[in-house]
């Protein structure tokens, strides 16, 4: 492990939720309310919402049972409109590491989070929880965007050198003297995990070595496209995100689940601000990049099927768009069984791929922003981030006068700032 000596200004503080100690108990009392509606019954209820209320009156903070937190990281999920995979939010493994804060620590804990999660290629969800936020406590807390990523080299006068969405990450981790495994900088290096401790010191922790599952994308017919030596990891650990449960932020709590194709082929490698790769792709296929000749659509195709074809060739799990859209269709259908509307942003659920071939384009949403849930920041979502009073299906009326009322309620407290 190296450290950085420097303790820069604290970047957690600045994303973290703004909510008032009322909004706070207001939520801590919801969740434990739904907690034990959906799960533990109603026995021992009113004692629970006692203590909980005792102890945010006396400490603003509180502590969530195992239990609790289980069920909590699961909602979150089910709760989360963006993400399409959610049929399977009950069947997340939560790992409690409530108290691992020293940054060595935490790095073995998500060590073995990757191994057991990758498994022998059946990837299974899961998600490792470390401390909440307390009153006078910034616990630490993974930097990086994902558990694993590959680096971006910025090179003066050229194209950034991998995958230029960590271009800030690799400079970091250069700084804490990381370099890449081969020695010379390549398209993918696997970057090192980057810690915040509780003091504020960055470190950077390298991926044991063999630990880390990657696939060599090959087609099974265009013979081209293998030999281009592109390849992609088998496991999406999001860690830049912060669990809101009951009103407490849990801002090291790394989870995962399995790709959807294309994730990694329409998007990480041929989107122009990633690794931009139509245009080689193409190339290889024998295609010339004239306009009106859809190329890129018949590049994006080819890539989609070498991402499923190669991970399947490693009988490591993947989903295709099409096959997501129908488990969404089935999880929508479910949680309407239960009364509940599931929440869903249209934009980020309809696949990038054979959009209007798949149901969900068709299907109505709602982005409701409920929690308990995760965001990147306040800035971003975090702030949309309330309670819902309860789970009936509410009129597009409620749901608009709903958030116009939020919106007023931050408006006014982000004024007093
Ligand atoms: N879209 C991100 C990536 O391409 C991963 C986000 C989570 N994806 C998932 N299937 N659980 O790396």
Not at 139 to 165: K, T, W
Not at 363 to 383: F, K
Not at 403 to 413: D, G, Q
Request: aromatic content about 8%.
């Amino acid at each position: 492990m190296r450290v950085d000596s420097k303790v820069e200004s604290d970047p957690l503080r600045r994303r973290l939720r703004r909510i008032s100690a009322s909004e706070r108990m207001e939520e801590a009392l919801g969740f434990i309310r739904q907690f034990h509606r959906e799960v533990a019954g109603s026995r021992g209820l009113e004692v629970r919402l006692k203590e909980v209320r005792q102890s945010l009156r006396r400490t603003g903070t509180y502590e969530h049972t195992p239990e609790e937190l289980a069920f909590g990281a699961r909602v979150a999920w089910r709760n989360h409109a963006r993400c399409i995979g959610r049929l399977h939010w009950r069947s997340l493994e939560v790992i409690d590491r409530r108290g691992t804060r020293e940054p060595d620590a935490i790095a073995t804990a998500l060590f073995e989070h990757i191994r057991w999660a990758q498994g022998d290629g059946r990837i299974r969800s899961a998600i490792t929880i470390f401390d909440p936020v307390s009153p006078g406590d910034l616990p630490p807390f993974v930097e990086s965007r994902q558990l694993i990523q590959y680096a971006g080299h910025l090179r003066p006068g050229a194209r950034v050198l991998g995958d230029p969405q960590t271009v800030e990450s690799t400079r970091h981790a250069a700084a804490l003297g990381w370099r890449p495994s081969g020695g010379e900088p390549s398209r993918f290096d696997l970057l090192p995990l980057l810690i915040r401790s509780a003091a504020g010191q960055r470190s950077a922790h390298p991926l044991p070595e063999g630990l880390v599952r990657e696939i060599h994308l090959e087609h099974a017919t265009e013979t081209g496209l293998g030999r281009l030596g592109l390849r992609w990891y088998a496991l999406p650990v999001v860690s830049g995100m912060i669990l809101t449960i009951g009103g407490l932020e849990y801002p090291c709590a790394p989870f995962n689940g399995w790709y959807m194709g294309t994730e990694i082929a329409s998007r990480n490698l041929a989107d122009e601000r990633r690794y931009d790769l139509l245009p080689e792709v193409a190339a290889a296929l024998g295609l010339e990049a004239v306009d009106g000749s859809l190329w890129r659509d018949h590049a994006l195709t080819a890539l989609n099927e070498a991402v499923l074809h190669s991970f399947q060739r490693e009988g490591v799990s993947i989903v295709d768009h099409h096959a997501a859209s129908e488990q969404y269709m089935e999880f929508a259908r479910t949680e309407e069984g239960h009364g509940r509307t599931p929440a869903g942003d249209w934009t980020w659920i309809v696949p990038p791929q054979a959009s209007s071939a798949c149901p969900v384009f068709h299907l109505d949403m709602q982005p409701r922003t409920e929690v308990p849930n995760y965001y990147w920041s306040r800035a971003v979502d975090g702030d949309d981030l309330c309670l819902w009073r309860d789970h009936e299906d509410h009129s597009k009326w409620w749901f608009r006068a709903h958030r116009i009322r939020h919106r007023v309620r931050r408006w006014l407290r982000t004024k007093g700032e």
